[in-house]
């Protein structure tokens, strides 16, 4: 049994590697990309992938930092032999790992941004990875990024309330991807704040129940 993490066996064994050294490019999201698995195909393949910045074997130092205070369109990179890993600041922190891409071109992209009087929308820069990325995986993971903004669940709970929130979550989350391909007129926080509901007190009117007078006849 090797020690390479479970995405880099599950990558490697279902490729056809036919393709390899033909000029392919592979895209995956952040449970199979690993710096080992993109080395392995930096000779053969270009690859590209999300990934999560507490996993093992990436590089975490003052160069790639970004913060809470990080403005929307901060890009950060750092290079490691063939492999660039970026982090680029949206609503939340993407980080993207490449073998095929520069960290950034001067590509932009477009969001919706509430200023005094209106929503407009403003350009930002993005990182040429994270374009590349969007434009191939389109929303192959988009519900999955999206899980992580506005999630009703915190560390504090029981197993059973992470389950039935994380089907909650699951299920606005969706509802705005097909919301946003049909209107596209609302942003993923203003729809979340739509789904709000106003709490509202029941009528303290008691309704008679005949089978319960039935049983308190009978009783009597």
């Not at 056809?16 to 080395?39: A, N, W």
């Not at 990325?133 to 197993?159: E, F, I």
């Not at 929130?165 to 049909?182: E, G, P, R, V, Y």
Request: glycine content about 6%.
């Amino acid at each position: 049994k090797n020690n390479f993490p479970r995405g880099h066996d599950a990558v490697t064994s279902l490729l056809d590697h036919m393709v390899l050294g033909s000029g392919y490019h592979v895209y995956m999201d952040h449970f199979y990309t690993s710096p080992k698995l993109l080395t392995d195909f930096a000779l053969k393949f270009g690859a590209c992938g999300t990934y999560r910045d507490n996993r093992k074997d990436y590089p975490r130092n003052a160069a790639n930092l970004l913060n809470k205070k990080s403005v929307r369109g901060s890009i950060r990179w750092i290079w490691d032999g063939h492999l660039v890993f970026v982090k680029w600041m949206d609503t939340q922190e993407v980080s993207v790992c490449s073998t095929i891409h520069a960290a950034y071109t001067g590509d932009t992209v477009q969001r919706r941004v509430k200023t005094q009087d209106a929503w407009r929308t403003k350009s930002f820069p993005c990182s040429a990875p994270v374009t590349a990325y969007n434009q191939h995986m389109g929303g192959v993971d988009l519900s999955d990024q999206l899980l992580q903004y506005y999630s009703t669940q915190h560390k504090a709970m029981k197993w059973y309330r992470k389950i039935f929130l994380h089907f909650l979550d699951i299920a606005a989350t969706n509802s705005f991807i097909i919301h946003k391909q049909l209107y596209g007129t609302m942003t993923h926080k203003e729809f979340m704040e739509e789904q709000k509901i106003t709490p509202k007190r029941t009528s303290a009117d008691h309704v008679p129940v005949p089978g319960a007078e039935q049983a308190s006849d009978a009783t009597a």
